[in-house]
């Protein structure tokens, strides 16, 4: 497991393009392997596992100082390739696309396999510290309520899928979900915001092979950008703000966590206040 110690808003200002990429950058979904990244950012632990030719177990890391990786943790799931199977303590939960899972603290045994090696699935991992213990919950896509947003004139009209949230899950901090962009549309969350009582991880997907999205963060009047490929992820602590535009529609993964679980809590950004 890598280890992260993220800039703060003084030194991310001075930071050539490199040192923004290896700090906040997250590059996921190597094949046959679980990659895990830990953050000093509210200890989140961002991940991917891609099962292909054989099944892969979550072990604890060194660093947690642990038994078992989620003896102190809450683990979110997200599969965002072939269906596949993830087993939490000898129960099985299959995984379609786009299926979610919460796996609650004090789980031991978590295996995921996928059901082609051909096509594997791709789990991405998102984890926090937890301070209790919930049960675990597979969420389907198709059990997530829609919420469309923007407009195509404004080429931003997305639909927004909550699966980790508290009217579905209970959890002790995380919430997660996606957001898809429709045909025309490239932007996302413009106009920006915070959350400063919350820092959030974006994992990008569904981008074709050339294609990239154009990654904003930083603080509203000291703004960078990241260029993103398919099946990267960007590390945004709760002073940046976190926009992006592609060369064509995307998806995107969000999680969060923070002071509370209240979607809405942010605080937006005017539009002349960006430089």
């Not at 939490?88 to 979610?100: F, H, I, K, L």
């Not at 937890?130 to 947003?149: D, I, K, L, R, W």
């Amino acid at each position: 497991m890598k280890v992260r110690y993220t800039a703060d808003p003084v030194r991310f200002s001075r930071m050539t393009t490199e040192e923004v990429r290896e700090n906040f950058l997250v590059d996921l979904f190597a094949k046959d392997a679980i990659t895990m990244v830990y953050s000093d950012v509210d200890r989140a632990i961002v991940g991917s596992a891609v099962p292909a030719s054989k099944a892969l177990s979550l072990e604890s890391a060194p660093e947690l100082r642990a038994g078992t990786f989620c003896e102190r943790r809450e683990l979110g799931i997200l599969n965002i390739g072939g269906a596949g199977t993830v087993t939490v303590d000898g129960t099985e939960y299959p995984m379609a696309a786009r299926d979610g899972l919460y796996v609650g603290r004090g789980s031991k045994a978590i295996v995921f396999a996928s059901d082609s090696a051909e096509n594997p699935a791709r789990y991405y991992l998102l984890s926090y510290p937890a301070h209790a213990a919930h049960p675990t919950v597979h969420v389907a896509a198709s059990e997530a309520e829609p919420s469309q947003m923007g407009s195509l004139e404004g080429a931003n009209r997305r639909t927004i899928y909550k699966l980790i949230h508290p009217e579905a899950v209970t959890t002790c901090q995380l919430v997660m979900g996606f957001t898809v962009l429709d045909p025309g549309s490239v932007w996302n969350t413009m106009p920006p915001h915070t959350h400063e009582r919350r820092m959030e991880i974006y994992l990008y997907f569904d981008l074709p092979e050339d294609g990239r999205v154009f990654h904003f963060m930083g603080r509203p009047d000291e703004t960078r950008h990241i260029v993103v490929a398919d099946g990267q992820a960007v590390i945004s602590p709760s002073w940046s703000i976190h926009a992006g535009a592609g060369t064509s529609n995307y998806s995107f993964i969000w999680g969060m966590v923070g002071d509370n679980q209240t979607f809405s809590d942010m605080d937006v950004i005017d539009i002349d206040r960006l430089k």
